[in-house]
């Protein structure tokens, strides 16, 4: 039958049957997208309605126990305004002074008082000196001394020399111990003094710490030990 058309229409009848081949491809390619797509959509859903064995409304009921959970525990306890929080630095603080002792714990103030007069009355004559008078400033602290230690300070007589001739205080201050671990009431005095020549000029100033050991003696005190670092 097409060998009886025309050329003309066989190029009709061929240019149709082509035309119908593409639509038939392209219908084809369309069913095959939608389905692929469906497909999709279904694992998508089953994606977010399970998880781990667990589907969604099954989650979801969890975290509902959960928050129900909560707000019970949070009816039995009491409010966080109802608690005091307690400074840690505070208690640290309160336990310090507890542990540190003073000369107080041993002694009443007015005796530690009295021994710290003794102390730089003590170290004021007896640094104090003159190298044409070498043993004044011994004898003037005497009255400050036990009789053990007087035998020791007249041992410790300075010899002058032409650049350490005479001593004289500047300034004078005592100290307590940190934390006293007895019962000994022992003291340090730092004197400050200028050194003369022969000719009565300055050669230096010197700082000497002079620490003390005292006892009680009648109703005052009396250095009975004494040691001493020149820190100039």
């Known amino acids: 039958m097409i060998n009886r058309l025309s ?3 066989k190029r009709i009848v061929f240019n149709g049957i082509i035309v119908f081949a593409i639509m ?12 692929e ?6 694992e998508e859903t089953h994606s977010e309605t399970s998880y781990d064995g667990f589907s969604y409304t ?15 525990e949070a009816e039995n306890n009491e409010p966080m305004d109802d608690y005091e929080m307690e400074d840690p630095e505070s ?8 542990e540190v002792r003073v000369l107080e714990d041993y002694f009443t103030n007015e005796e530690v008082e009295e021994a710290k007069e003794v102390a730089i009355q003590f170290v004021e004559n007896y640094y104090s000196f003159n190298g044409e008078i070498p043993l004044e400033n011994i004898e003037n602290a005497m009255e400050y001394v036990s009789e053990d230690l007087q035998e020791t300070i007249k041992a410790k007589v300075i010899r002058p020399t032409a650049d350490y001739y005479k001593r004289e205080t500047i300034s004078i201050e005592v100290y307590e111990p940190y934390n006293p671990s007895s019962e000994d009431m022992e003291l340090s005095v730092r004197v400050k003094g200028e050194v003369f020549n022969m000719e009565g000029d300055v050669t ?8 003390l050991k005292l006892i009680p003696f009648e109703d005052t005190f009396r250095v009975n030990e004494m040691s001493y670092d020149n820190l100039s």
Request: proline letters at 0%; hydrophobic letters at 25%.
């Open 7 to 9: 050329e003309r229409g």
């Open 24 to 35: 038939l491809f392209i219908i084809g390619f369309m069913l095959g997208k939608q389905e």
């Open 37 to 42: 797509s469906n497909s999709a959509n279904e």
């Open 58 to 72: 099954e989650l979801q009921g969890s975290e509902n126990d959960n928050i129900q959970n909560d707000s019970h």
């Open 91 to 98: 208690d640290f603080d309160k336990n310090v002074e507890r």
């Open 204 to 211: 230096k100033e010197e700082t000497i710490d002079y620490h």
